[in-house]
Nanobody, 124 residues
């Protein structure tokens, strides 16, 4: 498993921006950001193939969020713009070290390494 550590969560007003970061400790094939609101299931937000850079987004964040990764610093980012109250939740960084098909990139159960989470709160 890969050790992951997120940072960057904060409380912001609607329309604001935040950038989340996640450092990883080893080889990853695919990485993703997931979020979980109280009383709700963990949902996929965005994922990226760490070698080729191809990305996928949940429909709810498409056009507002951008996932990226720096190989030089082994850091995964999530740039979040035009934040909405429904974006509130605990955001988790996740990684998988083996092949994963495109259709499963936003499925939390396919990832085997997880960070501790960072809280994002968006007020209206």
């Amino acid at each position: 498993q890969v050790r992951l550590a997120e940072s960057g969560g904060d409380s912001v007003q609607a329309g604001g921006s935040l950038t989340l970061s996640c450092t990883d400790s080893g080889y990853t094939y695919v990485m993703g950001w997931f979020r979980q609101a109280p009383g709700k299931e963990r949902e996929g937000v965005a994922s990226i193939y760490t070698n080729g850079g191809n990305t996928i987004y949940a429909d709810s964040v498409e056009g507002r969020f951008t996932i990226s990764r720096s190989g030089a610093t082994s850091t995964l980012y999530l740039q979040m713009n035009d934040l909405k109250p429904e974006d509130t939740g605990m955001y988790y960084c996740a990684a998988r070290s083996s092949w994963l098909g495109w259709s499963k990139l936003l499925h939390a159960r396919e990832y085997d390494s997880w960070g501790q989470g960072t809280q994002v709160t968006v007020s209206s």
